[in-house]
């Protein structure tokens, strides 16, 4: 799988690729079914598949006062979209030159910079300058610039439309079993783990720390996580995410402690992918409080995780 963008140049054997194009974040059951069939179309025509997203977020760069809502690292998409079957990830640099970018102007670009023989996009795409754009928009412009332009409906899950909102408020709502289920895997958050105060190894839980960054916040608590490791292995542990409201001073931070395991994680890449909510997160009195509700905790993400 390989990364471009405009700037570096896109190099000759993927002009005349087929894209699919959105923001796909999160990567969902809906992003799925658009890159599968910028993908089967690729495939039937004997071209390249591209997926292109924005980097960052186009809210991000309207709304950079936002609270974190990123679902996926762009690091993750990526291998998400190899996975679906993609030859290469465009990654467009949302900036205030592609902000004041007009619908015209983006298409021109799609069909004579990138060399697109189709796009593939979902139905509620908009793009360009103040929205200028949609699919109608798209289709009309793209066919007189020799380039095929075609849409995927939303996919329908319990009687709506699969959607980055809505597994954003599952998360939110401490619900992550019906994130998983529309995103068709679990939410995951990778990070470089960080030194920390030590507080869990006192306690018999030396914990892999992660800081939160971008990521949406899922509730605040405790959950049965598996965790893959640098060489892909994947170990099964329990998490909390959240402030630490026991110890000062409040530090937002994900903590997860790997069953069974030994061996230092410290500057390297991980990902916690959180399957199961056990509670809240809470104050506790004294350590000793602290440390009997940790071992209930490790327990029931055992029994959750592990045969």
Known sequence: ????????????????????????DGFH????????????????????????????HP??????????????????????????GADATLVFNFDA???????????????????????????DFTFGARRGGNVHVLRELGQACGMIAETVAAVVSEGEPVSSSRIRDALAAGDPGTATHLLTRPFAIQ??????????????????????????????????????????????????????PTFEPPTELLEAFLFDFSGDLYGHTVEVALHHFIRPERKFSD?????????????????????
């Open 1 to 24: 799988m390989e990364r471009l963008s405009l700037s570096a140049g896109l190099p000759d054997r993927f002009r005349g690729s087929v894209v699919a194009l959105g923001n796909f």
């Open 191 to 244: 990070g470089t783990v960080q030194h920390g105060d030590k507080r869990g190894r006192e306690l018999g839980y030396p914990t892999a720390n992660l800081v939160l960054g971008d990521y949406q916040r899922p509730a605040y608590g405790i959950y049965a996580v598996r965790v893959t490791l640098p060489d892909g292995r994947e170990q099964a542990g329990v998490a909390n995410v959240g402030i630490r």
């Open 29 to 56: 059951l809906g992003h799925q079914a658009v890159v599968g069939r910028a993908v089967a179309r690729a495939a039937h025509e004997g071209r390249p598949a591209l997926v292109a997203t924005f980097d960052p």
């Open 287 to 307: 350590m000793d409080s602290l440390a009997e509700q940790m071992r209930a905790d490790e327990a029931e993400a055992r029994r959750l995780l592990l045969p």
């Open 97 to 123: 030159d592609l902000a004041a970018t007009s619908a015209g102007e983006f298409v021109h670009l799609l069909a004579e910079e990138i060399g697109a023989a189709a796009v593939v996009t979902g139905e």
């Open 59 to 84: 809210v991000r760069f309207f709304k950079p006062d936002l609270p974190p809502f990123r679902l996926t690292s762009l690091d993750q998409r990526e291998r998400l979209f190899g996975q679906a």
